[in-house]
């Protein structure tokens, strides 16, 4: 059981250490973006994964095969986590299927929300159960108990340093909302995207697409091009789909220091029948 301990607010205590040796594929840590908390003031919380070498994790669709990343939280009463804020995610082709997730560092940020009434000098833990599939050609499943404990300060607190790189990176990989015009059609077997409005992306080479519902797009690379002003996302249809009414789409593209993204609900348009 958590509880809530009266201290001091000095008192902050370091973040639970990396849940897996150098030589496991995958380690975890949890990190907070503050040193301490403020009574009414969400705070994020991540989930850093740092990847060995051509291993990777999965995004909340995983493709192919694979399972995304999980976290169950135990918060103290009054605390609310929300659910991952998932950055846009990559491609990766194992043995013919392709899967959609994450390699190298990333962070898997969580906001959790301070209740107005935390009772300023005590220090609060927080814990997760975490459960991943780490995949390169073979897979290896993992889990662990991780927790973290902050102080509850009045005034505003200061950033922890050791992480200001890993969370302005994680706020960067976020999709972008978007207000383009969008719209899709599903013929043949294959779905058409078409969008249309300011600030589309170049349809160059490290642009991707990703349903995030599963068993909607085949996981196969789409076919991305420009039509005049409109930007087509072309993708067959996974074996498995059965009906949608919308898709939600993600767009990613390497950015100078890092993946950059976006994301839209598409209307599906009802398919028409063969003659």
């Known amino acids: 059981m958590l509880s809530i301990v009266l201290g001091t607010p000095a008192a902050i205590a370091a973040p639970a250490p990396a849940a897996e040796s150098a030589a496991e594929p995958v380690q975890i840590e949890l990190i907070a973006e503050h040193t301490a ?8 919380i991540g989930l850093l994964l740092r990847h060995q070498p051509h291993w990777h994790t999965y995004w909340i669709n995983p493709g192919d095969s694979g399972l ?31 899967n959609f ?22 220090t609060v833990r927080f814990a997760v159960a975490v459960k ?5 050609e073979e897979c290896i499943p993992g889990k662990a108990s991780l927790d973290i404990e902050l102080p509850v300060v009045r005034e505003a607190p200061k950033p922890d340093t050791r992480w200001i790189r890993q969370f302005s990176d994680a706020r960067l990989a976020q999709p972008q909302a978007t207000a383009w015009k969008a719209s899709a059609r599903e013929d043949g077997g294959r779905f058409a995207v078409t969008l249309s409005g300011p600030g589309l992306p170049p349809a160059s080479a490290t642009l991707d697409a990703f349903a995030a519902q599963k068993k909607l797009f085949d996981n196969k690379p789409p076919t991305i ?15 498995y789909f059965t009906t949608a009414s919308e ?13 950059r993204g976006w994301r839209v609900r598409v209307p599906l348009a009802a398919s028409t029948p063969a003659p």
Do not use: H, M, N
């Open 247 to 259: 898709i939600e789409l993600w767009l990613s593209t390497d950015g100078t220091s890092g993946p």
């Open 101 to 122: 997730g994450y390699d190298g560092e990333a962070v898997l940020p969580v906001s959790i929300a301070v209740p107005a009434d935390a009772p300023v000098g005590s």
């Open 37 to 44: 908390l403020t009574p009414g003031q969400p705070e994020q």
């Open 132 to 136: 991943w599939l780490a995949c390169r």
């Open 68 to 98: 995304p990343t999980t976290l169950e939280w135990t918060l103290p009463a009054g605390f609310q986590a929300d659910a991952v804020a998932w950055p846009v995610p990559r491609r990766f082709e194992v043995g013919g299927l392709y």
């Open 225 to 239: 091009r420009r039509d005049g002003d409109a930007l087509i996302v072309e993708s067959g249809k996974s074996e």
